[in-house]
């Protein structure tokens, strides 16, 4: 997994980060594979018959693990939107299966999650420029050169 953007905030409602180029499938992947989780908004335009599905046209999973196995199995199904609780753990959305979105309620998880995702190279200095950057959308080169952007639309409209 290598994001081509990296968000961190802390809210009332817990600590978000969000990656650009993360696919539902890896951002699942950070999770244990027992972690309970229920699906709570779905849609995908390729998921067997259906032209467009949703959440009441999947079958249901107990954790993780049970998600990940049917969207290896199914291959791509063309998801648009994923919204998932994972209680106890926090929310995770994604969008075009090509953006991670998550709320967590440990911060310790949070930097797990971060550790896990950013390059090793570059990955206490991206962390330290996340966490007092809050709210920016931040890119780090293959050099390690970071730079900032107040909104993701400006972050599309430079990187376009």
Not at 68 to 76: A, C, K, M, W
Not at 84 to 90: H, Q, R, T
Request: proline fraction near 3%; hydrophobic fraction near 35%; charge should be negative.
């Amino acid at each position: 997994m290598n994001p081509s953007v990296y968000l961190y905030k802390e809210t009332d409602q817990g600590f978000e980060i969000y990656f650009g180029q993360c696919s539902t499938l890896e951002g699942l992947s950070l999770f244990d594979p027992a972690t309970k989780l229920v699906v709570t908004e779905f849609g995908a335009t390729c998921y067997k018959k259906f032209g467009w599905a949703t959440e009441n046209d999947i079958p249901s999973f107990e954790n993780v693990g049970d998600f990940v196995s049917f969207l290896e199995s199914e291959g791509d199904i063309g998801i648009v939107g994923f919204d998932a609780l994972m209680p106890e753990v926090g929310t995770l959305g994604t969008h075009d299966d090509a953006e991670c979105h998550f709320v967590l309620q440990s911060k310790h998880l949070c930097m797990s999650i971060l550790k896990a995702v950013i390059p090793a190279r570059y990955c206490d200095m991206l962390i330290n420029k996340l966490m007092s950057n809050q709210g920016l959308y931040l890119t780090c080169s293959k050099n390690g050169i970071v730079t900032k952007y107040s909104s993701f639309d400006e972050y599309v409209t430079k990187n376009a």
